[in-house]
Every structure is written in C-alpha cells, then in structure tokens.
C-alpha cells in the first residue's frame, strides 16, 4: 500500500470523526455576563452587554455558525458583529439572556 493509497483511506473517517464531534458537542452558557459557545472545535464567547439584537427563527447562510440546526438565532453584538446558533429552545435562551439584559432587541 502507498502512503497516498492510506491517506485517501483515512480521510473520510477524520471527516466522520469531526462532524460527530461537532454533532454531539454543541452547546451554550449563558453565564451572568457571557454567552459561551461551543462547537466541536470552534469555542468561544460573547459579553452579554455587547449583545445588541437577537433574530428569531431566522438561518444566516453565510458567516460565523457554531450550529447544528436551521431556524435558530442569529445574534448581533458589537458594532457589526453576527454570529448564528440553534439553542436546544429559541424561546427559552431567549427568556433567559434578558434576565441578564432586558434592553436586548427581538426580532421575528
């Protein structure tokens, strides 16, 4: 076997491997100042006092999207910053970000 030949073999299961990582480990906190996000290898988190809006129901097709579902919530924070996530319910990590914030802008 050639080095190409167990290359072309291993490939799709590292591709497996990281959409069921992503899959299985996608999730958020909602501290009492951050919204912490996590996607398979993708993490990070947000200030809630930066967030600005949320969209409801709504997909971003383009963009920064630690997700794993359609519909879910597109979050404007900073100055011109978007990021989409598919909580497990829209409504409740909705209820629960304005008790952090109660100023924060809801769109349907």
Known sequence: M????IFLNILPLLVII???WIYFRTYYIITETKLIYRSGPIFGSILIAEIEEIKVGNTMWAGFKPATARNGL???Y???NEIYISPDTNESFIKEILKRK???KISY
């Not at 050639?2 to 030949?5: C, P, T, V």
């Open 2 to 5: 050639h080095n190409g030949n």
């Open 18 to 20: 990281l959409l069921l």
């Open 74 to 76: 597109i979050i404007k």
């Open 78 to 80: 900073g100055k011109y």
């Open 102 to 104: 109660n100023s924060i």
